[in-house]
């Protein structure tokens, strides 16, 4: 069984910048595309941003490239999002979630917030 526990939002300025953790459990030694999804008040989901723990591929959404940085630590079973110039359109409940690595990143994390497994969410807010 996939666990997944996210942690760091909260409310920040616009411009400013925020780090989201998401610590994983039971991938069983296998390769996994992990990342975040977010779902904001009355809009549908969206897949932020996607990396695996068999190699350094990453995936963003067009919105968040150059902005946002995901990074793996193997060792702390963790996944960082670190999210620098907030805009306000961003304010949503970040999803951390996880799928069996089986095709390319950047087609599987199409796919983010349909993936099986996810955490609880952490809310981020952008505001003045």
């Known amino acids: 069984q996939v666990d997944l526990v996210e942690s760091g939002g909260g409310l920040v300025q616009p411009g400013g910048s925020l780090n989201l953790s998401c610590a994983h459990s039971?991938?069983?030694?296998?390769?996994?595309?992990i990342g975040w999804f977010r779902q904001a008040p009355g809009q549908e989901r969206e897949g932020v941003s996607c990396?695996?723990?068999?190699?350094?591929?990453?995936y963003y959404v067009d919105s968040v490239r150059d902005r946002f940085t995901i990074s793996r630590d193997n060792v702390k079973n963790t996944i960082h999002l670190q999210m620098d110039d907030l805009k306000p359109e961003d304010t949503a409940v970040y999803y951390c979630?996880?799928?069996?690595?089986?095709?390319?990143?950047?087609?599987?994390?199409?796919?983010?917030?349909?993936?099986?497994?996810r955490g609880q969410g952490t809310q981020v807010t952008v505001s003045s």
């Open positions: 979630a996880a799928e069996p690595l089986t095709t390319r990143l950047a087609i599987l994390c199409k796919f983010l917030p349909d993936f099986p497994s």
């Open positions: 039971g991938f069983g030694g296998n390769w996994y595309a």
């Open positions: 990396i695996t723990n068999k190699d350094d591929s990453t």
